[in-house]
């Protein structure tokens, strides 16, 4: 077994690991509104979120010095 693999097995086993302790439901509310999951569902949008505006601040800050240089 090479090493990427063993890195990917051991990932995979402390995701499950991490959703298995985490299935308690939790309730967000946010101004007029209240949703109820599953709190490692909570982590992993917030997460997927965080990542989605890293890139796009990202890309616009790396768009800007390209602007500034030309």
Same mark, same amino acid.
């Given at each position: 077994?090479?090493? @990427?693999?063993?890195? *990917?097995? %051991?990932? +995979?086993?402390? $995701? =499950?690991?991490?959703?298995?302790?985490? *299935? +308690? %439901? =939790? #309730?967000i #509310?946010?101004l007029f509104?209240? *949703?109820?999951?599953?709190?490692?569902?909570?982590i992993?949008?917030?997460? +997927? *979120?965080?990542? =989605?505006?890293?890139?796009? $601040?990202?890309?616009?800050? @790396?768009? @800007? @010095?390209t602007? %500034?240089?030309?």
């Amino acid at each position: 077994m090479n090493y @990427k693999m063993l890195t *990917v097995l %051991v990932l +995979a086993i402390l $995701v =499950v690991l991490f959703i298995i302790q985490n *299935v +308690a %439901v =939790v #309730e967000i #509310e946010f101004l007029f509104w209240s *949703v109820q999951m599953s709190r490692s569902l909570l982590i992993f949008i917030l997460l +997927a *979120v965080g990542f =989605v505006i890293g890139w796009f $601040v990202h890309s616009y800050f @790396k768009h @800007k @010095k390209t602007r %500034v240089n030309q």
